[in-house]
């Protein structure tokens, strides 16, 4: 977001913080920052429906701020480091408390990557 329209930059930075703004996606950036996951390991953390983790999860793509990988017949997630709001996702997201422990959860209950 190095434009040099201030407007524009503020009109962005909004924007982001705006799909921010909700705890879900905000949590899924977090564990998006260190790691790939799939929308049925969101169902499994969040406790909800695919319908509704794919919304979350396309308005994050939506903006560019994730990526995805497919991988046979599934699609992996991960933080879009060539969105040109990369680093302001990256300063955000160094106030926001870590969100390995969901990881560490879902692998001790042997749900990572449970669609394979």
Not at 56 to 76: C, M, P, S, T, Y
Request: hydrophobic residues 35%; glycine residues 4%; charged residues 25%.
């Amino acid at each position: 977001m190095t434009n040099k329209n201030s407007t524009s930059n503020l009109d962005k930075a909004s924007s982001i913080m705006k799909l921010l703004g909700d705890k879900t996606r905000l949590t899924m950036i977090k564990m998006l920052q260190k790691n790939e996951c799939c929308v049925c390991e969101f169902t499994a953390v969040f406790q909800a429906s695919q319908p509704a983790i794919s919304q979350h999860v396309r308005k994050l793509k939506d903006a560019g701020l994730v990526k995805e990988n497919r991988k046979g017949q599934w699609i992996f997630y991960s933080l879009n480091e060539e969105s040109e709001a990369y680093e302001f996702i990256q300063s955000l997201l160094a106030y926001i408390p870590e969100q390995d422990q969901k990881i560490k959860d879902l692998e001790n209950q042997g749900l990572r990557i449970i669609c394979e």
